[in-house]
């Protein structure tokens, strides 16, 4: 490698970064939208003027560069995760990222398959716009003053939480672009997704629960016994280290480095390294942004994918808004704060170019696909500030506008909401703990289901073939036999999800006739409730036959299946859930007979 080349290229990327950086903040924008640009700049203006071999060499430099960049920039945003103030004040932070993430990541998937997009496609198109940009949030929001230093917090917090979940997000779907990289050799056999998904689970449980424990009592000890600059040093090398073995273990190296990050942060020193390392991430950043946008080339790409890079960012704005509202309002908040909080998080984050990249590296998305997320994520920083400056005032005109009928509907859901948390906290201590505890379980329960169905969309094309070759028959009879797995597999999960909402719907009702029997007895707030959501008389093995049903039908499958193995999927289950049902009813009913007797022979 050319030092020539290497100086140029380093002079130019931050030279220029630089002059762009000062021109967009005169214009109130965040640097990083100078960066994007300076790189996109740089490298049409540069390759046009130089020979093949040189530009190769340019592009092998900017590479290392964005990988340096990468490593550095998520090391410092695992740094900024602080796992004791989580634990104390980030419980609604973590509420609206649990609530707005899965929905965020399914709303893409469904618009990508009306886009035309295949199934792993759609989902990354998903991962790529379901987090929020830190950086650019909080120097907007800063910069505006208009949110209160508490606020503001919050709203940083919920970035960080963002940034955990979409580190979970990518480790998820790492095996699916694996799997489509390899799509042209025929994809991954079933023993080589499986090998690659224990090892990425191996990597994250080994690193989470021995990382958490064993490095921050090294860098303490460091810390005690030798100087600052050899542990700036030794903490910088760990999240290089880490990176590699993300990579050997199948991850992305930007996963690696954000683990350390976050066991770093877990340290006494964690401030004190954060500082001292403060002007190599702005630096490495820069580049990494830079590198961004040195990956657009020809620039006309960008108008040539103008409607793309439309659609990605209303799809973006329209998500984001309307789920992080969804979270607020589900939090009890107030309508105009869910509002405000919502629009100032319509900025697509640092994980958009990271999903982005690593996708495209796959050969998961083509180019016109990478440009058109870059383009997408330029157009909301650079729309944030004015969205932020203007989103009191649309919301006053927006409630001022609204149709009075409408508006007094609106008025009678948040008083629903509202005598739901009064009817919760009327119950004890123990029972609101329950709840939080069910809702958990809840979601975990819906969360295994996601994982299910993905594991069956992979496994049923290789699964059938080996079943095939190895015991004989049709692929049909196969298929229809995985399927019908795929429906038992299902049934634990939503047994589970169904009683915890039941568990819900008892504590509501109960909380609600306490406080009827508090007001003397003079109303019934439970007769709502009963109307919508008491599902205690609707039969447990009914719903599960429904929901069950409605899932392995209306989720996507790896090849086409005829409606009929559907149905006889259905007929099959539902025999078998009858004859469970009967006998569990003849068993209640001979368990009541016999109590029946013996209170008879003890009277």
Not at 124 to 131: D, E
Not at 151 to 170: A, K, N, P, R, S
Not at 259 to 264: A, F, S
Request: aromatic fraction near 10%.
């Amino acid at each position: 490698m050319d030092e020539v080349v290497m100086l140029t290229a380093l002079a130019l990327f931050t030279l220029l970064a630089a002059v762009c950086s000062i021109v967009f903040n005169k214009l109130k924008l965040p640097p990083l939208i100078g960066y994007i640009v300076a790189g996109i700049v740089m490298v049409n203006v540069l390759f046009l003027y130089q020979d093949q071999a040189t530009i190769e060499t340019e592009e092998e430099i900017i590479s290392l560069l964005k990988d340096m960049g990468l490593v550095m920039l998520m090391f410092c945003i695992g740094l900024e995760i602080n796992i004791k103030k989580i634990r104390k004040q980030g419980s609604f932070a973590i509420l609206v990222a649990v609530i707005q993430l899965p929905l965020m990541v399914l709303g893409g998937f469904i618009a990508g398959t009306f886009l035309g997009f295949d199934m792993t496609q759609s989902i990354v198109l998903g991962a790529i716009i379901s987090g929020s940009s830190t950086a650019v949030v909080m120097a907007v929001l800063k910069s505006q003053n208009r949110l209160d230093r508490e606020h503001i917090e919050m709203l940083v917090l919920i970035t960080i939480m963002e940034d955990i979940g979409q580190v979970i997000i990518l480790s998820m779907i790492t095996p699916l672009m694996a799997n489509h990289a390899l799509g042209a050799a025929g994809g991954m056999e079933l023993n080589d997704i499986i090998v690659l998904i224990v090892k990425i689970l191996a990597f994250m449980i080994i690193s989470i629960v021995v990382g958490l424990k064993v490095v921050p009592r090294i860098i303490n000890w460091i810390s005690d016994n030798v100087s600052d600059e050899i542990l700036t040093i030794t903490s910088v090398g760990l999240a290089f280290g880490m990176a590699l073995l993300a990579t050997y273990s199948g991850l992305s190296m930007a996963i690696g480095a954000f683990l350390m990050g976050m066991m770093v942060a877990s340290s006494r020193k964690a401030k004190e390294i954060n500082t001292r390392i403060e002007p190599m991430r702005d630096l490495f950043m820069a580049i990494f942004f830079i590198s961004i946008g040195a990956e657009v080339f020809p620039a006309s790409m960008l108008l040539d994918n103008i409607s793309t890079i439309l659609i990605f960012y209303l799809l973006f704005f329209v998500l984001k808004s309307a789920t992080v509202f969804l979270a607020y309002w589900i939090g009890n908040e107030s309508c105009r704060n869910g509002f405000l909080s919502a629009t100032g998080l319509c900025a697509m984050g640092e994980f958009a170019f990271i999903i982005a990249a690593e996708a495209f590296g796959d050969g998961v998305v083509d180019e016109s696909f990478y440009t058109s997320v870059i383009g997408a994520a330029l157009i909301s920083m650079i729309m944030l500030p004015i969205i932020c400056r203007f989103a009191d005032r649309i919301w006053d005109k927006s409630v001022e506008k609204c149709p009075r009928k409408v508006y007094a509907a609106c008025c009678t859901v948040n008083e629903a909401r509202s005598r739901v948390y009064e009817r919760v906290s009327a119950t004890s201590k123990k029972s609101q703990k329950a709840v939080y505890k069910s809702m958990t379980h809840a979601y975990i329960n819906i969360f295994v289901i996601a994982l299910i169905e993905i594991f069956f969309y992979f496994a049923l094309v290789p699964a059938s073939d080996w079943l095939c070759t190895s015991f004989g028959g049709n692929l049909a009879m196969w298929k229809l036999l995985i399927l019908g797995v795929n429906f038992i597999v299902l049934t634990l999960p939503i047994y589970f999800m169904i009683n915890n909402v039941k568990f819900l719907d008892e504590i509501i009702i109960s909380g609600a006739r306490r406080i009827a029997n508090m007001e003397g007895g003079n109303s019934n707030p439970a007769r709502v409730y009963e109307r919508f959501l008491n599902f205690l008389d609707i039969n447990t093995y009914l719903l599960i036959l429904a929901i069950d049903f409605a899932i392995i039908l209306l989720v996507p499958n790896a090849v086409n299946i005829d409606f009929w193995y559907y149905l006889v999927v259905l007929a099959v289950a539902a025999v078998i859930m009858a004859v469970f049902y009967l006998k569990k009813r003849r068993d209640n009913k001979l368990d009541n007979e016999d109590q029946d007797d013996l209170i008879v022979k003890e009277e």
